[in-house]
């Protein structure tokens, strides 16, 4: 992910991340962000009790 934001090649990068960053990794992120003039999202599971992976993705249909 670092690689491909610091390039300039992307405009965005997606991540998929399943640990959480640590404070050196986010900041390498960042610092490659800037270099390449990227934008980078990170995505992780939902850890949150009240969601399950069943109603985190139920969409609601009025029709």
Same mark, same amino acid.
């Given at each position: 992910?670092?690689?491909?934001?610091? !390039?300039? #090649?992307? %405009? &965005? &990068?997606?991540?998929?991340?399943? =640990? =959480?960053? !640590?404070?050196? =990794?986010? @900041? %390498?992120?960042? =610092? @490659?962000?800037? &270099?390449? #003039?990227? &934008?980078? +999202?990170?995505? @992780?599971?939902? !850890?949150?009790?009240? +969601? !399950?992976?069943?109603?985190? +993705?139920?969409?609601? #249909? %009025?029709?």
């Amino acid at each position: 992910m670092i690689r491909a934001l610091r !390039t300039g #090649n992307y %405009s &965005v &990068v997606i991540g998929w991340m399943i =640990e =959480e960053l !640590t404070e050196e =990794e986010h @900041a %390498s992120l960042v =610092e @490659a962000a800037k &270099v390449g #003039n990227a &934008v980078g +999202f990170i995505i @992780a599971p939902c !850890t949150c009790a009240r +969601f !399950t992976q069943e109603t985190a +993705f139920r969409a609601k #249909n %009025s029709l």
